[in-house]
């Protein structure tokens, strides 16, 4: 197996009394889409916002491509190559679409102290925004204002921009949120199709998305990891099945 | 791709009309006898330089600053203290201005960037505040009651800034050429990060923007542009005092700018027309003529989100829908 791309040790965070992240290991090589599961509550968002550095872990350890980002700021984690989409979609969203990802493709290409000359008309800022909004089936949606898109399509759009910087690890929070069965499978299509060309992290409450498109789950429980396997292996897991599954059985009732 | 728009619609027609209008202007004063007109529009150009330069920070940044009359007050008394001291040449006292409204929305802004939402406006205000005391307290300056100048900012022989046509045209053109240098900035790579940053600033820093420093440079940028107003402002007056930073003067500019239509290029320059006619026609028929723009003011926030320039678009469209195609 090739050394990992991402490799969290130890990694733990708490708010006053309550644990949020704790003692959290795991280690994703390159190619892999690994899914992390769990109830609500058990840490998931903490969990992110700490790998993509919104806040960070009070102890523990977080490497990316060999490199200790423990402590790296959010800006500069995105230019080392980690991108996030996030769970609540954020984006500009009295901009056009193609604007929101040409500023995620800006955010790449050097500093922006540039005054005079047109962004909209440099082909170096427009094209690979095109290409990423391509790749996401939102190229006819361009030039439309971002906030008169559907929910499902904003859900790409954010796709769309993690993409455009051309990052080597996805760190994906819960893309499937709020989408009806037909967009979940549009998305779930595209992420099968990404997955080909990029490292991904999915957060997901899709428990169906998630084992279809999973090479590797882990499961947080309460800010713990309770397992970390293959699909199969993750099913047939009999802690799993108490703490969550069991939890799922327990709120059919 | 949505169709073309015109560049005959409503709103640009009022803009052309309105450019040409000011250029014209002292053509009017001439023919008409009315020194006065000349007088306040002179004073409406040097306002609308100071709306122009907040708009950039407030409407295109979204930074809510309300010490932005500072730079008034900074650039004026650049003028005025030079002047005193008997350093006439425009070309010593402008660049002065300009660098020492650099240097203070360099610091301002450093420490209240820092800070968010009501913060931010009340430290923008608290060091707006600072000046406003510190320079009341100068005796030499004038202190409390001003600074009369003498002899306005002296450049070439062949520009005479106590020729009131001269000067208006001076103003204009700074004025235009301020509108111009936005409309560039906006449309840049570093006006697009701005614009990002009022839009979302924690997805602007997530896809790995450093944004404090951009937003610095606007407001430094902002500074400039109205340190070089007050600069005019203080030439146009040949007098200076404390109270052009004081914090209802930043409110002023801020009504011109929410008046006019934040985060439009033009609409600046509407309000201040607006908000200055306005007071002058009412202050006209009563002193307590603040009645009547409150209720205005409340109508635009209410109604038209968008200012003047945001109605006339809308209009616009309306007019466009109904005609016959």
């Known amino acids: 197996m090739s050394a990992p791309l991402l490799e969290v040790g130890h990694l733990a965070k708490r708010f006053g009394g309550i644990v949020a992240t704790d003692d959290v290991s795991f280690a994703i090589p390159p190619g892999e889409l690994h899914a992390l599961i769990g109830p609500n509550g058990a840490g998931k968002t903490t969990l992110i916002a700490q790998l993509s550095g919104s ?5 523990g350890a977080i490497r990316f491509a060999g490199a200790d980002i423990t402590r790296l700021p959010m800006q500069k984690r995105s230019h080392i190559g980690l991108a996030r989409s996030f769970q609540i979609t954020s984006l500009f969203l009295n901009m056009s679409v193609l604007d929101n990802v040409a500023l995620a493709v800006q955010a790449h290409a050097g500093h922006s102290f540039s005054f005079w000359r047109n962004a909209r008309a440099e082909a170096a800022l427009r094209e690979p925004a095109r290409e990423a909004l391509a790749r996401v089936g939102l190229a006819d949606r361009a030039e439309r204002l971002t906030a008169s898109l559907s929910h499902g399509e904003h859900r790409l759009l954010e796709l769309a ?3 455009a910087g051309q990052p080597r690890l996805l760190l994906l929070d819960e893309p499937m949120a709020g989408l009806g069965p037909e967009e979940s499978a549009r998305m779930v299509g595209m992420l099968r199709a990404l997955k080909r060309d990029y490292t991904i992290l999915l957060v997901e409450h899709d428990m169906e998305a998630v084992f279809a498109l999973a090479d590797r789950i882990s499961v947080l429980v309460y800010g713990r990891i309770i397992a970390t396997g293959s699909p199969d292996e993750i099913r047939g897991n009999q802690q799993v099945r108490e703490a969550y599954l069991g939890d ?5 009732a | 791709m949505p169709p073309k728009t015109s560049l005959l619609t409503l709103r640009n027609i009022v803009v052309a009309l309105l450019l040409i209008a000011l250029a014209l202007l002292p053509v009017y004063a001439q023919l008409a006898g009315d020194r006065f007109a000349l007088t306040l529009f002179t004073r409406i150009v040097i306002m609308a330089l100071a709306a122009v330069s907040l708009n950039l920070i407030l409407g295109f940044g979204g930074m809510m600053s309300f010490g932005h009359a500072v730079y008034l007050g900074i650039g004026g008394y650049a003028v005025g203290m030079l002047a005193k001291e008997g350093v006439y040449s425009g070309f010593v006292q402008w660049p002065v201005a300009i660098l020492a409204s650099a240097l203070f929305a360099l610091v301002i802004g450093a420490l209240s960037l820092r800070t968010r939402g009501v913060y931010f406006i009340m430290i923008t205000l608290a060091f707006a505040q600072m000046a406003y005391y510190i320079f009341a307290g100068i005796a030499r300056y004038g202190g409390d ?10 450049f070439i022989e062949a520009l005479n800034l106590s020729d009131k046509v001269q000067f208006y045209y001076v103003c204009l053109v700074i004025l235009f050429a301020a509108i111009y240098l936005v409309y560039r ?14 839009s979302n600033e924690v997805r602007m820093r997530a896809i790995g923007f450093a944004t404090y420093r951009y937003k610095l440079t606007a407001f430094v940028i902002a500074g400039v542009l109205c340190g070089l107003s007050g600069a005019l ?7 200076v005092s404390p109270s052009v930073m004081y914090w209802t003067r930043s409110g002023d500019l801020i009504i011109m700018v929410v008046l006019g239509g934040m985060g439009t290029v033009i609409g600046p320059v509407m309000g201040a027309i607006a908000l200055l006619v306005l007071e002058e026609v009412l202050s006209g028929f009563t002193e307590y003529w603040q009645i009547i723009l409150g209720p205005l003011l409340l109508l635009v926030v209410l109604f038209a989100r968008g200012g003047i320039d945001g109605l006339l678009a809308t209009l616009g469209e309306r007019f466009t829908l109904r005609r016959p195609s």
């Not at chain 2, 402002?233 to 007098?239: E, K, P, R, S, T």
């Open chain 1, 55 to 59: 806040i960070f872990a009070d102890s």
């Open chain 2, 145 to 154: 009651d001003g600074l009369t100048i003498y002899k306005r900012s002296q």
């Open chain 1, 161 to 163: 921009m993690a993409l």
């Open chain 2, 185 to 198: 900035l906006i449309n840049s790579r570093f006006g697009m990060v701005l614009q990002g940053v009022r």
């Open chain 2, 233 to 239: 402002l203080a030439n146009q007056a040949d007098f």
């Open chain 1, 248 to 252: 799922a059985e327990t709120a059919h």
